[in-house]
């Protein structure tokens, strides 16, 4: 899979392509080295997994537009360097 065979990613662009479908993998906390990550506009499930908290180096975060549902985890407040981060219209 995309995150186990790309450790030093650093842009995921994946927005608006409808097919996207699933959870979020708990996996996604090993992409320590991604700056930005859209994800918008896709048929995502489930709640945001806590380790997005590892992801210290994102700068732009793109989930809006989903079916994510559930609070938002106390660990993006480990997100530092995040500029932008846009979670509207899930559930």
Do not use: A, F, W
Not at 1 to 8: A, F, L
Not at 22 to 34: A, F, K, L
């Amino acid at each position: 899979d995309i995150i186990h065979k790309s450790p030093t990613l650093i842009e995921l662009d994946l927005g608006d392509c409808r097919g996207v479908k699933g959870t979020i993998p708990s996996e996604i906390g090993h992409m320590v080295n991604i700056q930005r990550m859209d994800l918008d506009n896709n048929q995502l499930t489930g709640s945001i997994p806590s380790e997005v908290g590892n992801l210290v180096n994102i700068q732009r975060m793109y989930l809006y537009e989903n079916q994510l549902m559930g609070s938002i985890p106390s660990e993006i407040g480990n997100l530092v360097n995040i500029q932008e981060m846009y979670l509207n219209n899930n559930q």
